[in-house]
Nanobody
Framework: VQLQASGGGLVQPGGSLRLSCAAS????????MGWYRQAPGKQRELVAI???????KYDESVKGRFTTSRDNAKRTVYLQMNSLKPEDTAVYYC?????????WGKGTQVTVSS
């Protein structure tokens, strides 16, 4: 099973990016999907998660700016990031949880800078 994230890049403050993460291989009954990020010198932190039923949870720092969604048929999770700030700069990792197993993507760099 591999998780392939895409959509990162360089954006100016106030700009937007949309991250996608799709699973390939034999993965079934994906429960939670989510996004984490890790900035240089900091620990990995939760950004947003979405349950199989569509319930979402966000870190306080991104509430109102980021939106996560999922397409179960495509085994894909998305992160729409608006009003980006320099402090959002980090490597973003996607995460899928199934019964008893956790899968991580390799990460995609998001840099917010003028």
């Amino acid at each position: 099973v591999q998780l392939q994230a895409s959509g990162g890049g360089l954006v100016q403050p106030g700009g937007s990016l949309r991250l996608s993460c799709a699973a390939s291989g034999s993965i079934f009954s994906i429960d939670g999907m989510g996004w984490y990020r890790q900035a240089p010198g900091k620990q990995r932190e939760l950004v947003a998660i979405i349950s199989i039923g569509g319930s979402t949870k966000y870190d306080e720092s991104v509430k109102g700016r980021f939106t996560t969604s999922r397409d179960n048929a495509k085994r894909t999770v998305y992160l729409q990031m608006n009003s980006l700030k320099p402090e959002d700069t980090a490597v973003y990792y996607c995460h899928f949880a199934t019964i008893g197993l956790n899968y991580w993507g390799k990460g995609t760099q998001v840099t917010v800078s003028s």
